[in-house]
Structures are given as C-alpha cells and as structure tokens.
C-alpha cells in the first residue's frame, strides 16, 4: 500500500514568535504522534522562504483515514487549535495531501 503525507504549510506573521510558533508545533506534533502518525517540521529555504512545513506521515490512506477520525474526534486537538488560533503567530497558506508512488 502506498504512504500517504498530509502537509500543512503556515507563514509566520510579521513580529510573531518563533519559539512560541515551534511550541504549538510541538504540541500538535505530539498529538499528530498520539494518533499515529509519524511527524516531521520542515522550513522553507529557497522559493517562500521562512514558511513552515508540517508534515505528517501515514503507512496507507486507511491509516490516515482512521487517524484523521481521531483527530478529528480529541478535545484535545480541539483545544490546541482553539490556543493556536487565538495566539495569531502565523497564518495557513496551504495543505495538501501526496501519496507514494512505487517505482
């Protein structure tokens, strides 16, 4: 079965706080992990440099399908986004998801 990874990119806003930004990410980070994925944060070096990339990786769709539905389900992950949003740090620009192709 093909890996799946769900990529979220977000901009930090101008006069934002790279450390509190890197620790909502953490915290999502560690509920992405609670649930199955295994997750990895990237930057931007060349092209829209300085943006962050979240990436969260699955073994099949399956997985991140049943994953997606735990997620979706953790008053947990309710309340970070709650936090994160109110905090204004930085701002979505996109998401997506890619699966692997065998070659």
């Known amino acids: 079965m093909p890996a799946v990874i769900v990529q979220y990119v977000s901009k930090p806003r101008p ?35 300085g943006n962050i990339v979240f990436a969260a990786r699955y073994d099949s769709f399956e997985a991140y399908g ?19 949003l109110k905090a204004g740090q930085s701002e979505w620009v996109r998401s997506g998801i890619v699966s692997q192709l065998e070659i």
């Open 66 to 84: 049943h994953a997606a539905n735990l997620l979706a389900s953790d008053p947990a992950v309710l309340e970070w986004r709650a936090k994160a």
């Open 15 to 49: 006069g934002s706080s790279l450390p509190t930004i890197l620790e909502h990410t953490k915290e999502a980070a560690s509920l992405f992990r609670k649930h199955g994925a295994d997750v990895s944060v990237w930057t931007e070096l060349v092209g829209e440099i």
